[in-house]
């Protein structure tokens, strides 16, 4: 019998804690599990899944439009924020539940309240003490806001799916995955909105096409894109509406101000150093490639770890973590291609390098690239194009990048990752046959390289 209550235990339920305590508990362990909010994490609750929800809901104000050109009439459109927020809220309650569903018929037992490391076995849940000979962190990651005056008066991501109305005006600050994506949902559902970027050009780290071109397409949708600024002071007015005092000395006006200014690891109250567990300034704990911290029974996944945050990378690093310590098939995380969506408005999905890293890493390069319009939008009448870039590694013919703009962009990436991820050739793409007419078949049948 085991000195210990449980052979696992986790602290924190989203997708790759309950991920790894399902998979742990299948290889025959006994495990527990804590979750200081509710069961689902980030991705379920207030992230991935309701923020898709929200991008389909703006964009239907776009199918309206381009309806007349395939013939119809729509009446004038009305768009209910609650009735929204009531539905989504409706499916998030419902996938809680399946979550919850998950961890009981796999015998995890589940704790609600804040998980705190005691020491290396023992972890402190509310009265509750609870040993493990091991111990899983999977906390993820909570938004972070610069200490500006006034920052008290803007929100989060974490805020904006409970918004009591659409804003009026919106004030996105950031130029990443979180701040794209919200621009869009809210100028898709009505709201007059600025977004407002340090640097050069939204999306840093992505292919300087990509940056440009969904730059360009969200520009015309009627987001005012600011670069090179930062925001410096927030004032609150009596009838509510806020000052953004920029550093170029401009101000914007809102009802809404939201910071996308990155996430930081949840370690807050954690005990980390009473379990001896090493952190980096900003609370990123560093693990090995088996998810091993520096204790060698404590173990960490997901955004806590800041490797590749991203909800697939959390399942696959719990996957890989449970099956490693308790399914006897020790296995590694393998971190390379690992294809990424933007659900911007036009969307953005990314597999490999970008043209620039992709030169640093691969040398001599073949860059294919296509900007068309797509079918839909022949009748449509709208103005939007999509981009599609292949970046392949001259000596060897590999596609290493593959970028693409446009509608169906995750879609269409979701299929060709798996042959990037395989080190499929620029000639392997050339001898398979389109699907006609789609506007994925352009990346099947580019066959003249950009010149110079
Ligand atoms: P990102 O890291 O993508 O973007 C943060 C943005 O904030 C950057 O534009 C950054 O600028 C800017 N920023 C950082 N600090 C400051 C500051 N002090 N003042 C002004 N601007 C600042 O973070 P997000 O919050 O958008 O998302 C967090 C993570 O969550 C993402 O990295 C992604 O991994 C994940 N995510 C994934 C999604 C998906 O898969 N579709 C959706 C949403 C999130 P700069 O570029 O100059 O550093």
Known sequence: ??????????????????????????????????????????????????????????????????????????????????????????????????????????????????????????????????????????????PW??????????????????????????????????????????????????????G??????????????????????????????????????????????LDDGSEIQADTVMFATGRVPNVRGLGLLDAGVHAKPGGMIPVNEYSCTNVPNIFAVGDVTNRVNLTPVALMEGHAFADSEFGGSPRPVNHGFIPSAVFSHPPVATVGFSEKDAKIHYGELDIYKSVFKPMKHTLSGRDEKTMMKLVVQKSSGKVVGLHVVGMDAPEIVQGFAVAIKSGLTKQQFDRTTGIHPTAAEELVTMRVPLQG
């Open 1 to 142: 019998m085991s000195k210990f209550d449980f052979d696992l235990f986790v602290i924190g339920a989203g997708s790759g804690g309950v991920r790894a305590a399902r998979i742990a508990a299948g290889h025959g362990a006994r495990v527990g599990i804590c979750e200081a909010s509710r069961v689902g994490g980030t991705c379920v609750i207030r992230g991935c899944v309701p923020k898709k929800l929200l991008s389909y809901a703006a964009h239907f104000s776009e199918e309206f439009e381009d309806a007349a050109g395939f013939g119809w009439e729509v009446g004038e459109a009305r768009f209910s924020w609650s009735r929204l927020i009531e539905n989504k809220d409706r499916e998030i309650d419902r996938l809680n539940k399946v979550y919850l569903g998950l961890l009981s018929d796999s015998g995890v037992v589940l704790y609600d309240g804040h998980g705190k490391l005691l020491d290396s076995h023992r972890v402190q849940v509310g009265d509750d003490i609870i040993s493990a000979e091991k111990i899983l962190i999977a906390t993820g990651g909570r």
């Open 145 to 198: 806001k610069p200490e500006i005056p006034g920052v008290e008066h803007s929100i989060t991501s974490d805020e904006a799916f409970h918004l009591e109305a659409l804003p009026g005006k919106a004030l996105v600050v950031g130029g990443g995955f979180i701040a794209c994506e919200f621009a869009g949902i809210f100028n898709g559902l009505g709201s007059e909105v600025v977004q407002a970027y340090r």
């Open 200 to 245: 050069d050009q939204i999306l840093r780290g992505f292919d300087q096409d990509v940056r440009d071109t969904v730059a360009a397409e969200m520009k015309k949708k009627g987001i005012d894109i600011r670069l090179g600024v930062n925001v410096t002071e927030l004032t609150r007015h009596a009838d509510g509406l806020i000052t953004a005092q």
